[in-house]
DNA sequence: GGAAGCTCCTGAAAGC
DNA sequence: TGCTTTCAGGAGCTTC
């Protein structure tokens, strides 16, 4: 599932293909892939048409590909399923290939090979679209979204105090991307393991100290995944040449029900939580008093 | 206005 | 073997 590390993969991967590259053809070959582009596929496609990508930025989850000169960019997400690949126009279509986009000037220096990128989503949750920039050169849909622990302007003190003035608990706050951006349910889970806070703490409680230690788990974990390559537990993560990532076999505490908590020994449980599952150690991180 | 819950979607895996 | 059910979860939308 891609998460900010997975996508932070996949970004540097575009900045070195893509970027510069002039767009001769785009083939939107499932409607849902563009269904945040608000004037639909053909749209979508006339207007990308012609124009060169500059340099890909990212915030959080989102990635997103300014058009030289035109105050618009390609936003991307992948969801919980999407791949952003460049492959070889000879390679075979994946099976769920959702939009393929063909450059004016793709030969590959190795090999004189034609190179296009592609989106393949399985499960639909991703898309691309395009949108205006807002004066600080974000996509407009994304203006909300807040910076991520890995962004140097990220502020660590209005963090710790929007927390504290939140009313909710601790795991709720973490993935809510307005607050924080770029933590998904995997990395919410291993952060809270490495601090020993259970997912239903609330927010409230969180002083300044007890925040930044939660703040430099939560970097550390994806500094450590980025650094593996992103986290897949199967070919639903990879990077744009199709590769994954390492990271999983890392997880101390997600995917891990039954197994022993590598601190101390105790069986890792599952929680359903918000129709998902919360991973926890239920020695380590006390779950709160009954309210 | 803020917090919580629902919904979208596909396919692998499990259960029968 | 084949059908049904469960599960995975990001984020926009709806409800309270």
């Known amino acids: 599932m891609p998460e900010l590390p997975e996508v932070e993969v996949v970004r ?13 053809e785009v083939q939107v070959l499932h409607p849902r892939a563009v269904r945040r582009h608000a004037d639909g596929g053909e749209d979508f496609s006339a207007v990308l048409k012609g124009h060169t990508l500059g340099e890909p930025q990212r ?43 063909r450059f004016a000037d793709t030969a590959d220096a190795a090999g004189g090979t034609e190179l296009e990128l592609r989106f393949v989503d399985q499960r639909t949750f991703g898309g691309l679209s395009l949108h205006p920039e807002t004066a600080d050169g974000l996509p407009d849909v994304i203006a909300h979204i807040a910076r991520d622990p890995l962004d140097p302007a990220f502020d ?28 998904g349910n995997i990395y919410a889970d291993e952060a809270l393991w490495r601090a020993r806070v259970h997912y239903e703490r609330e927010t409230a409680g969180f002083t300044r100290p007890r925040t930044a230690e939660l703040l430099g788990h939560v970097r550390d974990v994806m500094n450590a995944a ?6 897949s537990f199967d070919s639903l993560y990879v990077n744009v040449n199709g590769e994954s990532g390492y990271f999983d076999r890392s997880l101390d505490a997600y995917g891990r029900e039954d197994e022993p908590c ?21 020695r380590c991180q006390r779950p709160p008093r009954a309210r």
Request: glycine letters at 10%; a positive charge.
């Open 156 to 183: 660590d003190d209005a963090f710790a105090t929007a927390l504290r003035r939140k009313r909710t608990t601790i795991k709720r706050a973490l993935l809510d991307q307005s607050l924080i951006s770029g933590v």
């Open 226 to 231: 980025l650094a593996q390559g992103g986290t």
């Open 12 to 24: 540097r991967g575009l900045a070195r293909w893509i970027a510069g590259r002039t767009i001769a």
């Open 59 to 101: 915030r959080g989850k989102y990635l997103w590909i300014p058009l030289a000169g035109e105050g618009r960019s390609l936003l991307a997400h992948l969801g919980m399923s999407g791949q952003l690949l460049v492959r070889p126009e000879t390679a075979p279509d994946e099976k769920h290939l959702r939009i393929r986009v």
């Open 262 to 282: 590598r601190r101390c020994g105790t069986p890792i449980r599952r929680r359903p939580w918000m129709n998902r599952s919360s991973y926890f150690c239920p």
